[in-house]
Nanobody, 120 residues
Framework: VHLVESGGGLVQAGGSLRLSCAAS????????MAWYRQTPGKQRELIAT???????TYVDSVQGRFTISRDNAKDTWYLQMNRLQPEDTATYYC???????????????WGQGTQVTVSS
């Protein structure tokens, strides 16, 4: 699998952005897609996940402001980010848990990251 992220940019506080993570290549299944973010000098932080069974989780700091979703037909996952704040400034990454075949074990693949900058 290969993941390509897009949608990052510069936005003013209170604004919105939608990140996309498009999967391509040959894979059997992606069962969980996760969004992380990272700022310099800090660990990568898990902020949202969406599973094939529809289970969605958010970290408290984005609950109610961010929405994770997927478009199965396009093999694309989204992170809609509303009411952005300067503390949301980070590089955002998507990560897929996937298999290459039914009998394969679960693997992980990270996107390249997209920068989100929120100005005050």
């Amino acid at each position: 699998v290969h993941l390509v992220e897009s949608g990052g940019g510069l936005v003013q506080a209170g604004g919105s952005l939608r990140l996309s993570c498009a999967a391509s290549g040959s894979f059997f299944e992606i069962n969980v897609m996760a969004w992380y973010r990272q700022t310099p000098g800090k660990q990568r932080e898990l902020i949202a996940t969406i599973s094939n069974d529809g289970t969605i989780t958010y970290v408290d700091s984005v609950q109610g402001r961010f929405t994770i979703s997927r478009d199965n037909a396009k093999d694309t996952w989204y992170l809609q980010m509303n009411r952005l704040q300067p503390e949301d400034t980070a590089t955002y990454y998507c990560k897929a848990n996937y298999k290459n075949s039914y009998r394969d074990f679960w693997r992980e693949y990270w996107g390249q990251g997209t920068q989100v900058t929120v100005s005050s």
